[in-house]
């Protein structure tokens, strides 16, 4: 580390009556920031603040993405000496980052250290289920130990930065960002942005296996019209905070170290320059203290919104709108220094922004040791660890929903004579990672074929046929596909989308199976041979002619590296399916948006009545509803009770709910809780979930489940936009699904 910033620590902390400790990384003598107050901390940034020219204050600011051109990365090299470059994205590995850490940290003025930064969205080299399967699991403590690998993997790999969590609520199947979220529900978004938060930071950022997590998009990129990406959001305040809000507060509460501003505007604004959302509710409202981010080149097309002229016109308004970080784009470092100097940007504005960004290095513990993440030896034994593979096979496996399975088609029999597994999707290791893979190799992953053939036994006779591409129109496939189905004793048809056809920039206008693939299901049902749908995909589908035909259906999703012993677990019968949807599946997509915690109109949808909202072609219920799952038991619930009849605002609630386990089987439930405020100042939804809890059940044994109900769960935005519970009667909903539950009521009173 240079002798100025030494020189910088010992000043502080002597002043401050600090012990010095010595400094391990580059050998040089040293002090220490780990474990010192805020204030202590910001002492210490102040002063390096002091001496920082104005390039080199921009150049914290400055995110560029790694390049292996050779004169890119020649050019990096000296931005870094030059003290130019304050992060990077794309690129990781112990030694190259350590390589690029020496650099900035020995032969730049400053020696301050760099930040190296990725989209860690679902594991690292162990990939986990894509993030809207692993909301299918409701299960945030499984979730959270997901993130806790990735965190691991990760920065053994030099990472000290995550682009996630994704916290967006969808009510749009069509978006392709669907699959990096939670999906439609805030309550559920809420407990899974937490969750990934907590795995990924964990108790103490300055360790050495923790990254700094970054909830994003802010704010309501989920909302985006017509489900395009990157498209105009125009909602209400009212809906933004009471929908897409919620997960990035929560995320905040769990110590979220950094935001991600969104692509969209909202009302007129774009979100990259809207000083509103940023400044006055994230950083003063919510009292953010972090860093925000650019997304990639979001300060750029600021001139595409239109509303601004020039780079440097864009640039200012991205950074006194609140955004501390340009990534890609280089504005802030190629133009607003020269508006600095005439006068047109404050350097407060600045000084604040790299505040922030050298705050975040602090914490990291970068300022200590720069290479406490840049150890080769712990990179190649942490990748794939055995414990971390186990619980890759264990989140996909509580990933897994079942849709359907009449005549209890599955589990499935080991000792089957013959099997035919057909499908395009069903040997296809890339897709079953999903999007955003991170380090994930195709050669990692055990597909669903594979996992099969591993399951049944040595006298199995497993064939295998493609029968289409997921997209195209080669029918040739399909009579030979055919044939095989024919001499089998059952058939496993795995179908849905590959990993590229959800993520970013990747929304499609119909929801049905791509391609053939509904051709051939039709053409295999016609053999008479039972037929079980394994889907993979990354948002509902609209698989209505599957539903009404076919025994069985296997919402799997994309689930990682482990997907094949995952999927053939469920399959066989090791293990009994749990998950429930975090999202609505609409019967077509005609019906979109549709969502379950939606608002009544002043005539409510009624078959029996012609002038009420509804469609004339369909019904407006939807094929699978939010919170639903079967299993291969049963459930019983009853004894809902609640502990008063009426309370205060300032009291709690208890419900309490038997679950009785009245199958053959033991399984995992998830206890879901909705609340109905009946009449209000402003309307309500018909329901929204405030509880849930996944439980184990016995065969034969009832559990007890209790849920307390606080203020929190009952409050509203008022007509002045306060947040307020307001006295009246409340409806109490416990099921397993948002559909099929148990009621009860309540009374508020003053």
Request: glycine fraction near 8%; hydrophobic fraction near 40%; include cysteine.
């Amino acid at each position: 580390m240079k002798r100025i910033v030494n020189q910088i620590f010992a000043l502080v902390l002597t002043s401050l009556s600090l012990h010095l400790t010595s400094y391990a990384g580059s050998g040089n003598n040293s002090t220490s920031l780990i474990g010192v107050s805020s204030g202590q901390a910001n002492a210490f940034v102040d002063s390096l603040l002091s001496i920082m020219t104005l390039e080199e204050k921009f150049g914290q600011l400055n995110q560029q993405r790694w390049s292996s051109d050779s004169v890119e990365t020649a050019e990096y090299r000296t931005a870094i000496r030059n003290g130019a470059i304050g992060s990077f994205l794309g690129i990781h590995g112990a030694e190259v980052t350590r390589d690029l850490q020496r650099i900035a940290v020995e032969d730049s003025r400053l020696g301050i250290p760099l930040l190296f930064a990725h989209d860690v969205i679902h594991g690292f080299r162990t990939i986990f289920p894509m993030p809207l399967a692993e909301a299918s699991s409701w299960d945030p403590d499984a979730v959270e130990k997901s993130a806790r690998i990735a965190a691991v993997e990760a920065t053994a790999a030099g990472l000290h930065w995550t682009f996630a969590p994704m916290v967006d609520i969808a009510r749009d199947p069509r978006w392709g960002r669907i699959v990096e979220g939670s999906g439609e529900d805030p309550f559920l978004g809420s407990a899974m942005a937490a969750a990934r938060v907590r795995g990924f930071q964990g108790d103490d950022l300055s360790a050495a296996n923790t990254m700094l997590a970054c909830a994003k998009h802010f704010a309501a990129y989920g909302g985006a019209e017509g489900g395009r990406d990157y498209n105009t959001v125009d909602i209400s305040e009212r809906t933004l905070r009471e929908i897409y809000l919620p997960p990035f507060h929560a995320a905040l509460k769990a110590g979220a170290a950094t935001f991600m501003a969104a692509f969209n505007e909202i009302g007129g604004i774009p979100m990259h320059a809207n000083g509103y959302l940023i400044n006055e509710m994230l950083r003063g409202e919510w009292s953010f203290d972090g860093l925000v981010v650019s997304d990639y080149t979001g300060v750029m097309e600021l001139q595409r919104h239109g509303i601004g002229a020039t780079p440097a016109e864009v640039g200012m308004a991205a950074l006194q709108a609140g955004v501390d970080v340009d990534m890609v784009s280089a504005i802030y470092i190629n133009d607003l220094p020269e508006m600095v100097r005439t006068g047109k940007l404050s350097k407060t504005a600045v000084d604040e922004a790299v505040r922030r960004v050298l705050r975040v290095k602090v914490r990291v513990g970068l300022f200590e040791d720069p290479y406490r993440y840049c150890d080769p030896q712990r990179e190649q034994t942490l990748m794939l660890a055995p414990s971390h593979l186990s619980h890759a096979r264990e989140i996909a496996r509580k990933s897994i929903v079942l849709l359907k399975n009449d005549r209890q088609t599955l589990p499935l029999s080991k000792e089957i004579k013959t099997l035919a597994v057909i499908g395009p999707l069903a040997d296809d290791r890339w897709s079953s990672m999903g999007s955003w893979a991170a380090a994930g190799r195709p050669e990692d992953v055990t597909t669903v074929l594979q996992g099969i053939r591993n399951t049944v036994s040595p006298e199995t006779k497993v064939l295998y046929a493609q029968g289409c591409e997921v997209q195209g129109s080669d029918r040739s496939g399909i009579q030979p596909a055919v044939n095989l189905a024919k001499k089998s004793d059952a058939v496993i048809l795995v179908s849905g989308e590959t990993a590229n056809m959800s993520g970013e920039a990747s929304c499609r206008s119909t929801l049905d199976l791509p391609g053939l693939q509904l051709e051939l299901a039709q053409a295999i049902h016609a053999t008479g041979k039972p037929v079980i749908v394994v889907l993979m995909n990354g948002r509902p589908l609209t698989i209505a002619w599957l539903a009404e035909n076919v025994p069985a259906i296997l919402e799997t999703w994309f689930l990682g590296v482990q997907m094949g012993p995952a999927v053939a677990d469920v399959l066989f019968g090791d293990y009994n399916p749990g998950g429930k949807l975090p999202v609505t599946f609409p019967q077509t997509v005609g019906q979109v948006p549709i969502y379950y915690n939606h608002k009544n109109t002043g005539r409510p949808s009624r078959d029996d009545d012609y002038f009420t909202s509804k469609y004339l072609d369909l019904p407006s219920t939807p094929l699978y509803p939010f919170g639903f799952g079967l299993s291969y038991t049963e459930f019983a619930y009853n004894n809902l009770k609640l502990s008063r009849a009426t309370m205060k605002a300032s009291d709690t609630l208890k419900v309490s709910v038997e679950v009785a386990n009245v199958g053959r089987r033991s399984g995992d439930e998830v206890v879901q809780l909705y609340i109905l405020d009946e009449a209000a100042s402003i309307t309500r939804p018909v329901k929204q979930l405030t509880g849930f809890q996944r439980i184990q059940v016995a065969v034969g044994e009832k559990r007890s489940v209790e849920f307390t109900v606080t203020a929190d769960a009952l409050a509203l935005y008022n007509r002045g936009m306060k947040r307020v519970v307001e006295p009246g009667t409340f409806s109490v909903f416990v099921g397993g699904n948002s559909v099929e539950v148990l009621e009860e009521r309540f009374t508020v009173v003053e």
